[in-house]
């Protein structure tokens, strides 16, 4: 006899304590959690708006001593809402995090749910690491290089629009590969990654690292190199402990018939 389901898609029988949800169900999960996250963006975009002078002269810092330009009537206003999108999804990470975990949530047993309260907090701090790596390390090598390398040829006054969308690019991206060890911990943790698969595909991590970092920076070898090397490293993080964490696993599983 199948389940009753309502409207929304949801089924009437239940899994660990909660519905189980039908095709339509996730659907309707999906667009619900979409909404939900367009909020906290919303509201940081807003703030970022408010404060994007103070943000500008932050931002302005990597390329000091070079004067901006705006060739068109919209291109400050454009750079503005660029940077206030950017600052808004960073501002609003740990709730799309949170949103985007919970929409799997479902699948994941009590102990499994446990575990994505405690990598949110991490999932933002690294998305802030990288976003801060690429601002120190990454952004003022690249406007260097970029502002001279053949400056002998003519004199440049670069375009506004330009620079914020090589900055938030690089920034962005850089926030986003610097949670490579905590996707791969949670994944160890609910049995979904192996570390032995990590291992066996280190020659391949390598190779893609240099092609992430080719696609991230400008065509400059130097600050290709300085994000494919955290890069590296942060894959044999992802090893180590993922490793950690499946061996606790394993440990957990063997134990649970003897209780």
């Known amino acids: ?24 169900g996730h659907i309707h999960e999906l667009r619900r959690r979409l909404i939900i996250s367009v909020i906290p963006v919303a509201i940081g975009v807003i703030i970022c708006f408010i404060f994007y002078n103070p ?21 400050n206003i454009s750079s503005i809402m660029l940077v206030s999108f950017a600052g808004g999804i960073i501002l609003a990470m740990p709730m799309l995090a949170y949103q985007g975990i919970m929409f799997v949530a479902p699948a994941l047993t009590r102990q499994e749910k446990k575990w994505v309260y405690i990598i949110i907090p991490w999932i933002f701090l690294m998305f802030l690491a990288g976003v801060a790596f ?8 690249t406007i260097w ?20 969308g090589l900055l ?14 905590v996707i791969s911990t949670f ?15 280190r020659a391949i991590a390598v190779i893609l690292a240099f092609v992430v970092a080719a696609v991230i920076t400008p065509p400059d070898p130097i600050t290709q190199l300085l994000l494919a090397i955290p ?14 964490v499946y061996r606790q696993r394993a440990e957990k599983v063997e134990e649970t018939p003897e209780e």
Request: hydrophobic share 50%; proline share 6%.
């Open 1 to 24: 006899m199948t389940s009753p389901r309502n409207r929304r898609g949801i089924s009437r029988e239940m899994s660990d304590g909660e519905p189980k949800l039908t095709v339509l």
């Open 55 to 75: 943000i500008f002269d932050i931002l302005k810092y990597p390329a000091a001593g070079i004067t901006f330009s705006a060739i068109e009537m919209t291109e």
């Open 134 to 141: 690429g601002y120190f390390m990454l952004a003022p090598w």
């Open 145 to 164: 290089f970029l502002s001279n390398f053949g400056s002998n040829i003519a004199e440049m006054f670069p375009r506004i629009s330009n620079y914020i």
């Open 168 to 181: 938030t690019k690089l920034l962005l991206l850089t926030g986003f590969v610097f949670e490579m060890p």
């Open 187 to 201: 994944l160890a943790r609910i049995g979904l990654l192996k570390p032995e698969w990590l291992s066996r595909k």
């Open 231 to 244: 890069l590296i490293l942060l894959y044999e993080m992802s090893i180590l402990l993922a490793k950690l």
